[in-house]
């Protein structure tokens, strides 16, 4: 059964860290792109970062660059995502997917609009004072 389990959000006061982590089961983990999306209440799902199957590309949003590191450990069958210096505007349910399309979803201009189509549950992260 094909799975995607987002874990370890929390609360967080402004300039601090969190590590998430999207563990998959019940598909060839290192044949597909991986991406971190976030929702903040009352707004749009964005799309935050992206690592290729291979963990050799990753892609991130402008409001993230320099803060977020995405890595994947492809013998784990797991995905992270390291925040640091976060901001109260960082503040939404994270969710991990990926596209139903094998080696693709990551690259350059692929990473702006391509369709991620399998989804875990989400973690809330809350960064506030």
């Known amino acids: 059964q094909l799975q995607l389990v987002a874990s370890g959000g929390g609360l967080v006061q402004p300039g601090g860290s969190l590590r998430l982590s999207c563990a998959a089961s019940g598909f060839t983990f290192n044949y597909y792109d991986i991406g971190w999306f976030r929702q903040a209440p009352g707004k749009e799902r964005e799309r935050v970062s992206c690592v290729s199957h291979d963990g050799g590309s990753t892609n991130y949003a402008d409001s993230v660059k320099g803060r977020f590191t995405i890595s994947r450990d492809n013998a784990e069958n797991t995905v992270y995502l390291q925040m640091n210096s976060l901001k109260p505007e960082d503040t939404g349910i994270y969710y991990c997917?990926?596209?139903?399309?094998?080696?693709?979803?990551?690259?350059?201009?692929?990473?702006?609009?391509?369709?991620?189509?399998?989804w875990g549950q989400g973690t809330q992260v809350t960064v506030s004072s």
């Open positions: 997917a990926f596209p139903k399309i094998v080696w693709k979803g990551c690259s350059g201009a692929e990473w702006k609009d391509f369709e991620y189509d399998y």
